[in-house]
């Protein structure tokens, strides 16, 4: 698998070395009644030496039955001692330490677990620092020109007005699936939103499945189809967006009934970025969380105390919201390796960090955007163990393979590696590419594998992006700050194209199966029409099965019956009938003939 071949290449790579210290595993001997008391290894947040732990931070001990530890005896240096209590995660083995009380800014903290009681190896003491923190940098005061959206409309759903979406090529050799964007909408002069934003599903015809609005200035990002023991559930991040490109809100994830099911909060007192919601199935979430901090910028053109937002990312047990894992980019991550220039007054932003993939129990894939480079990184240590791009690659980059400002970066199955190459802000290239890299462990090379290109228009994206394998060889791209979405075939031909308006973006974009069964009920609406017709509005937000409606009508609601029926045409059915009955109702049907669900009645 390329996550151990990564390390063991970079074990010698020269220019490579990590920004901290090696950090020695926690093993511990099997609590007694285990078998043979074997080692157990725990991984540990904050890491030993972290500069820039959250004041609320909790100690994570993550691998192993927490009767496994002995008492645990936490002090800052300013704040003395800290009790608290140890709580069990419930999705993976492991506990963390919750203090009764935060710590100060700026103190380090010892923390020690007694050896007699645990059974340690070697008794376990280390040490982080608190961040100081600083505020959230301004937004700059940059105009942005939006065009008027073109929205959606529906008699039977008034309150869903979601933007246009344009299919401008859908040929043969598709994957099966619908389309999944995150419909986000600039602010026009008024601040109000161009247009309805949120969660939105659509088929490849552009016909609208699924939408989910939310209200004022509230965004969704990420939002896709990922699986939760076992069952197939709709994940999005939620929350307000700064201009610089980060954001603060939450995960969410709902069943196929559209029910939530859970938030996620983030934890330590951070609150998750937009940039990733990544969700296991036996119940964890990796999210991102930026945090402003100071820090010594000295090596960069700084000053020794001057701010810095790091790129956290954090696993944290769905279930009881505990944190299991926290990596710092800062302190793993030499800040030369950035390609963003210190200015003074401005908050540094070194890292940017976009997309996690787990690779391993031990190892995940961190993609950086602003030092151009992806780490493998060991989640026991903290330790980098392989780059591929930026200034000090385990990897050298042949012809064409050099990206800048990616996204989405993923390891596949064949050991090729895929992600969004931006390319832009500021320009360094002249067209964005979903771009997949080969790599020759023997050699030591990285070679573009497959390139896909948006000709028409040709386009330069300034941020965002996506680049997703589906089952049958495709390719589905999303190409972020510019609102396209395209699928190409194994060998680059392009199948299916589209885009929403003007103004209108998503972060990424994804092709999925779906099957979405309502807890609602159907919605119908009904007006006169000339001649003495009536016409029945008939849809249902986030129904997959529909077929066929029916139309029902009487004198009351418990007398109605069937006048018309009518195959489902696109998210609203129009549906002309005759009746003089005051109460009219509709019944869904799916292509078997099973009833799914009835409306409730209307009068014309």
Known sequence: MLASLLALAAASAAGAADGAGDVQPFAVRGPSGTAAQQPITFALSPQPDTPDASPRTQ?????????????????GSRSGQHPGRL??????????????????????????????????????????????????????????????????????QPALHPPDVFVTKNVAGTAPGDIFVGALSHLGPSGNAVSQQGPMI??????????????????????????????????WWQGRINPLGFGQGEGLIYDSSYRLLARVPGGNGERPDLHEFLVTPGGTAWVTSYVPVRADLRSVGGSVNAPLLDSIIQEIDIKTGLVMYEWHPLGHVPLRETHTSFQRGVSFNPFHVNSVQVLGPDTILVSARNTWAI?????????????????????????????????????????????????????????????????????????????????????????????????????????????????????????????????????????????????????VAARSAAGGRTVVYASWNGATEVARWQVLAGPDPLTLTPIAAAPRRGFE????????QPLLAVRAFDSSGTDLGTSVAVRR
């Open 59 to 75: 100690i994570s001990f993550l691998g192993g039955p927490p009767r496994a530890l002995g008492p645990i005896t936490v002090i």
């Open 87 to 156: 709580r069990s995660y419930v999705a993976a083995p492991g506990a963390s330490f919750v203090p009764n009380r935060p710590f100060l800014p700026g103190e380090t903290v010892r923390v020690r677990v007694d050896a007699k009681a645990g059974g340690l190896s070697t008794p376990l003491s280390f040490r982080f620092t608190v961040a100081q923190r600083s505020p959230f940098p301004a937004p700059p005061r940059t105009a942005v020109t939006v065009g008027r959206s073109r929205t959606q409309s529906f008699r039977s």
């Open 202 to 235: 659509f088929d490849s015809r552009g016909g609208l499945v699924y939408f989910h609005p939310l209200r004022g200035r509230t965004k969704a990002e990420n939002f896709r189809v990922q699986n939760l023991h076992g069952a197939p559930v709709l994940t």
């Open 375 to 523: 780490y493998e990184v060991s989640v026991t240590t903290g330790r980098v163990l392989g780059r591929l791009g930026g200034k000090h690659s385990t990897f050298r980059l042949l012809s064409g393979a050099r990206f800048a400002w990616q996204h989405d970066a993923q390891l596949r199955p064949d050991g090729t590696v895929s992600m969004f190459d931006d390319e832009a802000s500021p320009v360094v290239g002249r067209q964005s590419r979903g771009l997949v890299l080969g790599i020759d462990i023997s050699s030591r090379v990285a070679a573009v594998a497959h390139q896909y290109l948006h000709a028409s228009p040709p386009l330069l994206t300034g941020s965002q992006g996506s680049v997703q394998n589906l089952p049958n060889g495709n390719e589905f791209v999303g190409w972020g700050g510019e609102p396209y979405f395209s699928e190409y075939a194994p060998d680059g031909g392009l199948l299916f194209d589209g885009h929403l308006p003007r103004g209108v973006q998503s972060y990424r974009a994804f092709r999925f199966p779906w099957v979405g069964r309502p807890g609602d009920h159907p919605s």
């Open 573 to 580: 059915t129009a549906i002309d009938v005759q009746t003089t």
